[in-house]
T-cell receptor, first 117, second 113 residues
């Protein structure tokens, strides 16, 4: 069973540009979340999508956006890039079903390394 | 902002020794998950413990959860050089109704051969 796949793995962008990152979740998983990891702030939650709807959102500016498609694949976009957006962006997937005893294992991809110059 | 803290921030041990990492958090949770991250790589899931569980084992890993103290610990027994990595605890807050995880800052473990 394939894991969470993220593309591209590495990219370099210039300040002011925009970037789109892609994530394919594990087959059957309907929840996709995105995280930003930096040395200073650590791992921070960006947003979560479940069945094409944003279910939760972290404290990031509106330049950060995402979407989920009907096949559960997800993309995140960062517009007007700033130097501080340089980070490892991680995608995570899970079944997403809440149930009576929520405890879905959440699996992460290898991440996309974004460098803004 | 981070929900909680892991301690110690860094831990250096010899192969064969046990490693214990602690995690504290602040809010009510549904579950807590531990992850390992090798330098520059993604997060590898180690173990999940639900809020109504107190202890879980998986191979050389033992995790405890004390919801009254809002804390958890990860024990790695008979450590190996390959266990060298950063370890993170992540909590799924009750509030929010989603799969959001809130991470601690992590413990950097070095296992010396």
């Amino acid at each position: 069973k394939a894991g969470v796949t993220q593309t591209p793995r590495y990219l370099i962008k210039t300040r002011g540009q925009q970037v789109t990152l892609s994530c394919s979740p594990i087959s059957g998983h309907r929840s996709v979340s995105w995280y930003q990891q930096t040395p200073g702030q650590g791992l921070q939650f960006l947003f979560e999508y479940f069945s094409e709807t944003q279910r939760n959102k972290g404290n990031f500016p509106g330049r950060f956006s995402g979407r989920q498609f009907s096949n559960s694949r997800s993309e995140m976009n960062v517009s007007t890039l700033e130097l501080g957006d340089s980070a490892l962006y991680l995608c995570a997937s899970s079944l997403g079903l809440r149930g009576l005893a929520p405890g879905n294992t959440i699996y992460f991809g290898e991440g996309s390394w974004l460098t803004v110059v | 902002s981070q929900q909680g803290e892991e301690d110690p921030q860094a831990l250096s041990i010899q192969e064969g020794e046990n490693a214990t990492m602690n995690c504290s958090y602040k809010t009510s949770i549904n579950n807590l998950q531990w992850y390992r991250q090798n330098s520059g790589r993604g997060l590898v899931h180690l173990i999940l413990i639900r809020s109504n569980e107190r202890e879980k084992h998986s191979g050389r890993l033992r995790v405890t959860l004390d919801t009254s103290k809002k804390s958890s610990s990860l024990l790695i027994t008979a450590s190996r050089a390959a266990d060298t990595a950063s370890y993170f605890c992540a909590t799924n807050p009750t509030q929010g109704g989603s799969e959001k995880l809130v991470f601690g800052k992590g413990t950097k473990l070095t296992v010396n051969p």
